[in-house]
């Protein structure tokens, strides 16, 4: 039975997780590809250390150019995460003829176009699955099983640590410090965890799926990027009494007059079925014009579910090993003449929402007049009013509002002439929602 | 450009749908194809009822032959539905060479061996992402997306009109004849809702899903069939009380003894993603060993969604036109040679599971202990018991049971004793309760 030969650079989690599924599902994947996939080569940090996978067979080695120029080796995994020497090391594999497979969102995120520029001079594939939602098969869903759609937005839950902070602090009335806590403890969160709550990786992974979807070149730089540290138990609590969800959301949609790009905690209504993906798992919705709403859900992290990914693309991968350019999928689904930055991304302050207000104000008449007229004069209509009694040692009572569809840019006008007011006492929080009916 | 001419058996409403959409996306298609894709000839049963497409450069004929014969026509779509002509007509198409695309679930089921079996011999693709659920992309989820995966079992709401009954028994407190009556002036189930209401349909799509999951041939006679004619309102409100919701769902299972292949009702926890899956969509729940659970949401009919799945197909199989056969994504996941029936299906006695029951009997002291002793004698453990107050008209009280799992053949030998009871005046309702934890 033929063999193809793989090399590793990182055995790590994934990496391991990965050389494990390969040999615990060696049966099933010869029954699918009549061949064998065997990994003969890995580069690590340290020789010596302890590996959560069987290493028998696989020769080890600190250089890394000993698996990017390994004349056997027709496919390498980058499984170091990070953005160098990622980078530089993918670079030489591909000049070195090497197909890629990589998990890496960081690196697709910031330096694609660069990348699949090189991998599509030189006719080699990059295939990157992994690299967003773990084990869920999103990039095949958008770049293959959609492709007869024009996909008109996508929406997310790309960051497993993120939703579980959020779901504790829904579940336990956990503040946001003690959420993360919770989840650094279980291991779900980093010592540092500022790409993770502040939505850095959610951006990695929505630059990404924007590209697929609408055909535009990797523009990580232009996505606005908003965390949820800023999210209060209060803030949960009053979005469920007014039916909603509190989630991060990843958001690509187009218009009519360009791409918005957005990463923020939203409010939608909690009937909505991604409203209900809870604790450290992932889901996105896609909306196509031709297959309407669709979700996919599962693991977005882990050594299991991303080997699982990272395995469907080296099986990928060897099927196409001798097909040509013009007939493989595309690295960016679109052919790479045909990416283009005709439809501008949006600044955020042209975007279209509803928001969610919570206004600490003094309690005394005429305070709620002043603020629906300044709303009013902006053209801002409201969907719902809350006014909750003071609590016995604040000086404040919080005024909840929902909004319907503005514009952001009407919107940061209101907050400006609200926050003038005498009557508001401390800082107004303004979250986005989406309603995804369409 | 280069251009490849497809051939359309049938012009109805996924055929129509496929045409309009092969149109509109005429620009994207070819953005990622680098080719165009032409619908030069269709066959129809009448050539002068009015489309609901564009049919300028599509010429009409009542010959499928001149269709599947065509030789300019690369790829054949069929379109038509139902066993025959469309059996005979594919494996003509697959005589004369060409690819075959199809929406048809019924023909995959019942003979898709023998379909494959001339396909193989042929040399030529047969491709059907449309014929399970839609719009929903399972096929090719399972196929690639989760091929470094041993699939332990997939569980679905795959019949849309099935789904929509339930939601509205729920939701309006409806009964199952009114629900149906909805359904149909709706347009969800057809004059004779046999397929749909008794499970035959949600049959077919498991023998498939059970196929590409297991390694298996297809086996739709072997499928155990239930419908939802026999949920009671009040069988749904009873599930409410105690936190599960009553789908219809197919399952395919792997156990140490067999496989379990079933379609019935089945009460699940409401907090499970898949339980709130309402109306007319589809969902897929799917258990991957490495992979854990992963969930495939979407609409699972209409003209439009149906033609997003096959066009992908057409894409796909574009795309390997000229890739050599052992290249090429096997039919049913794994290589011909490779399906094997030494997992045998389970007869419907051997799968294990729990159980929901209603039983109504008589208000008198001492009931509840002879059923709870027959129950303990068989070795079936309860875990929640609800007893309700009689209904004024009735003569009997209900009592509502769930049980812990336990094989079938002792469920039914313990209904069989129970049934003899004095006590137990009319029909005991039974329904499976699954909970999916892994």
């Not at 391991?16 to 061949?35: F, H, K, P, Q």
């Not at 080296?314 to 052919?335: K, W």
């Not at 969907?383 to 009572?397: F, H």
Request: with cysteine; proline share 4%; aromatic share 6%.
């Amino acid at each position: 039975m033929e063999e193809v030969k793989i090399g590793l650079l990182g055995l790590g989690t994934v990496g391991s997780g990965t050389v494990n599924l390969l040999s615990s599902s060696a049966g099933e994947i010869r029954r699918r590809l009549g061949r064998r996939v065997v990994v003969t080569r890995a580069c690590v940090k340290d020789l010596t250390r302890h590996r959560d996978c069987d290493i028998s067979g696989i020769e080890l080695t600190r250089d890394p150019y000993q698996v990017v120029r390994d004349p056997q080796i027709a496919i390498v995994l980058e499984l170091m995460g990070g953005y160098e020497p990622a980078r530089e090391l993918v670079l030489a594999a591909i000049e070195a003829g090497k197909h890629v497979v990589t998990a890496n969102k960081a690196l697709i995120a910031k330096y694609g176009n660069e990348i699949f520029e090189a991998a599509h001079r030189r006719g080699v594939m990059v295939s990157y699955e992994a690299a967003v939602a773990g084990g869920i098969p999103i990039i095949k869903a958008i770049r293959e099983s959609l492709a007869g759609n024009r996909i008109q937005w996508v929406a997310g839950i790309v960051n497993g640590t993120a939703n579980f902070i959020l779901t504790q602090m829904r579940d336990e009335g956990a503040s946001f410090e003690a959420a993360l806590a919770d989840a650094q403890r279980l291991g779900y969160a980093e010592a540092d965890p500022t790409f993770d709550v502040e939505g850095i990786d959610a951006a990695h992974k929505l630059t990404i799926l924007a590209s697929i979807s609408f055909g535009i070149p990797l523009q990580f730089d232009r996505v606005y990027t908003e965390g949820i540290s800023g999210i209060g138990r209060e803030d949960i609590a009053y979005a469920e009494e007014l039916g909603y969800s509190i989630k991060h959301l990843a958001i690509a949609q187009r218009t009519e007059d360009g791409i918005e790009l957005r990463v923020h905690p939203t409010l939608m209504p909690r009937r909505r079925l991604i409203a209900n993906v809870d604790g450290v798992m992932n889901a996105i919705l896609v909306y196509g014009d031709a297959v309407g709403h669709t979700m996919y859900f599962g693991a977005g992290a882990g050594a299991e579910p991303t080997a699982s990914a990272v395995v469907a693309d080296v099986l990928d991968q060897v099927r196409s090993l001798h097909v040509e350019v013009a007939n493989r999928v595309p690295d960016l689904a679109f052919r790479a003449e045909t990416i283009s930055e005709q439809e501008p991304v949006l600044p955020m302050e042209a975007i279209t929402t509803a928001y969610y207000l919570r206004l600490p104000v003094e309690d005394s008449p005429g305070v709620m007049a002043d603020i629906t007229r300044i709303l009013a004069d902006l053209g801002i209509s409201l969907e719902a009013i809350l006014q909750k009694e003071p609590e016995p040692d604040q000086d404040s009572v919080p005024i909840i509002m929902l909004t319907y569809r503005i514009q952001e840019r009407q919107m940061n006008e209101a907050l400006r002439r609200i926050a003038r007011l005498d009557a508001v006492r401390g800082k107004i929080t303004r979250i986005r929602l989406e309603h995804f009916d369409a």
